[in-house]
């Protein structure tokens, strides 16, 4: 089953807006991941924030990990029409567990 | 490096025809995984490997079989094709259990 579940759905800004979406999730975690998936390609790895951190920046991305509530939550800045993809966490499980589990994604369309 | 190379890009089949999805990948990765993605769906993991001789089965492994002889190549068999098994089909690999995994392009299968 998976894991972690993004919200919104769907999410529609204008250029230079930030975009937020957040990710809930069950079982405690090793670490957690973001993903960006353009239309028609394969998955891209954004940021791993491990479950001891609880917030890492890349560029314009800014991750926060909460594991008191399960959550964790992906801000991008600024946004452009590049940045039009779906996006996913993915949560690695504790322990031996080695089983990167998606969520279902969050699209994202950015109007010019 | 070439990264993640998965062939063949696209295949019809019919059911009941049999097949391998090849995922090949040129960094010494001992980690491999195959997953499936579905319309409005996250990633679900069907198969993975920790290293050459080791595989282990994901969330949906029923109807699909791997191997891991080399640590550059995993492929993912299809024994008896179903309609159900219709999917966009990810390989990914990564240097360790628990790091980022880098995804090919995919193989969009339909089974009529």
């Known amino acids: 089953s998976q894991q972690g579940e993004e919200d919104p759905q769907a999410l529609s800004i204008q250029e230079g807006e930030n975009a937020t979406m957040n990710c809930s999730y069950k079982t405690s975690i090793n670490n957690l991941q973001w993903y960006r998936q353009n239309s028609g390609r394969g998955l891209v790895h954004l940021i791993l924030?491990?479950?001891?951190?609880r917030e890492k920046h890349s560029g314009r991305l800014r991750v926060t990990l909460d594991t008191s509530k399960k959550s964790s939550s992906l801000l991008i800045t600024a946004s452009r029409a590049a940045d039009t993809a779906s996006y996913f966490c993915a949560t690695l499980g504790g322990g031996n567990d080695y089983k990167l589990s998606f969520g279902a994604g969050t699209t994202v369309t950015v109007r010019a | 490096n070439a990264g993640v190379t998965q062939t063949p890009k696209f295949q019809v089949l019919k059911t009941g025809q049999s097949m391998t999805l090849q995922c090949a990948q040129d960094m010494n990765h001992e980690y491999m995984s195959w997953y499936r993605q579905d319309p409005g769906m996250g990633l679900r993991l069907i198969h993975y490997s920790v290293g050459a001789g080791i595989t282990d089965q994901g969330e949906v492994p029923n109807g699909y079989n791997v191997s891991r002889s080399t640590t550059e190549d995993f492929p993912l068999r299809l024994l008896s094709a179903a309609p159900s098994q219709t999917s966009v089909y990810f390989c990914a690999s990564s240097l360790s259990e628990s790091g980022a995994r880098g995804f090919g392009p995919g193989t969009r299968l339909t089974v009529l």
């Open positions: 924030i491990r479950s001891n951190e």
